[in-house]
């Protein structure tokens, strides 16, 4: 069954920039798409970025240019570079699975979760 674990998050002020991680056991994440998701407070689940299996990429409009996504299969280890940071990227941001392709950056098309990380964006 395979697992995912986030990291990296905190508190960061406007301009500024975090890495996160998501770091996979009981199996290899190059076998999945991963994407990132966020969730802010009374908002519904967001769908950030994904990473395929062949290494292709997809961003939402709100975070082109800002986010990068990349994956590290020695490492079994995906990350979300997020530079430019703005109080409303303010969330819990959550890592997820699917073995399934094609994807929409939906939540219902993944299957595994994580439990999350915070960001915080405040001066």
């Known amino acids: 069954q395979l697992q995912l674990v986030e990291s990296g998050g905190g508190l960061v002020q406007p301009g500024g920039s975090l890495r996160l991680s998501c770091t996979a056991s009981?199996?290899?994440?190059?076998?999945?798409?991963t994407g990132w998701f966020r969730q802010a407070p009374g908002k519904e689940r967001e769908g950030l970025s994904y990473?395929?299996?062949?290494?292709?990429?997809d961003y939402a409009d709100s975070v082109k240019g800002r986010f990068t996504i990349s994956r590290d299969n020695a490492k079994n280890t995906v990350y979300l570079q997020m530079n430019s940071l703005k109080p409303e990227d303010t969330a819990v941001y959550y890592c997820?699975?699917?073995?399934?392709?094609?994807?929409?950056?939906?939540?219902?098309?993944?299957?595994?979760w994580g439990r999350g990380t915070q960001v915080t964006v405040s001066s």
């Open positions: 990473i395929s299996i062949s290494g292709s990429t």
């Open positions: 009981g199996d290899a994440l190059n076998y999945y798409v």
């Open positions: 997820a699975a699917s073995g399934s392709w094609p994807v929409r950056l939906n939540q219902n098309d993944f299957d595994y």
